[in-house]
Nanobody
Framework: QVQLVESGGGLVQAGGSLRLSCAASGRTFSIYRMGWFRQAPGKERECVAGISWSSDNTYYADSVKGRFTISRDNAKNTVYLQMISLKPEDTAVYYC?????????????WGQGTQVTVSS
């Protein structure tokens, strides 16, 4: 089992920045890839960024490229999502996810989510 706990969400004005953190515990040695997803009201959950646990291989959705940066600290078992130049359309609940495989299509574990609200 792997437990994921997100933090760092909040309310920010458009153009502002936030950094989300996801602390992993449990069988973290089995994790291959981690990612950040978001779900806005009335919309499907989408993957916005992903990173391999043992390499610098990263993925970004087109909507966040150049604005969001995913990183990890293996010593702390923590993954971060640095978000800059935030837009109102970035408003969503952000979820951390972990996968035992290279794919994040069907993550094995989810965090509880953290709300990000960007005001115009």
């Amino acid at each position: 089992q792997v437990q994921l706990v997100e933090s760092g969400g909040g309310l920010v004005q458009a153009g502002g920045s936030l950094r989300l953190s996801c602390a992993a515990s449990g069988r973290t040695f089995s994790i291959y890839r981690m990612g950040w997803f978001r779900q806005a009201p009335g919309k499907e959950r989408e993957c916005v960024a992903g990173i391999s646990w043992s390499s610098d291989n990263t993925y970004y959705a087109d909507s966040v490229k150049g604005r969001f940066t995913i990183s990890r600290d293996n010593a702390k078992n923590t993954v971060y999502l640095q978000m800059i130049s935030l837009k109102p359309e970035d408003t969503a609940v952000y979820y951390c996810a972990a996968s035992y495989s290279a794919s994040l299509l069907t993550p094995d574990y989810w965090g509880q989510g953290t709300q990000v609200t960007v005001s115009s």
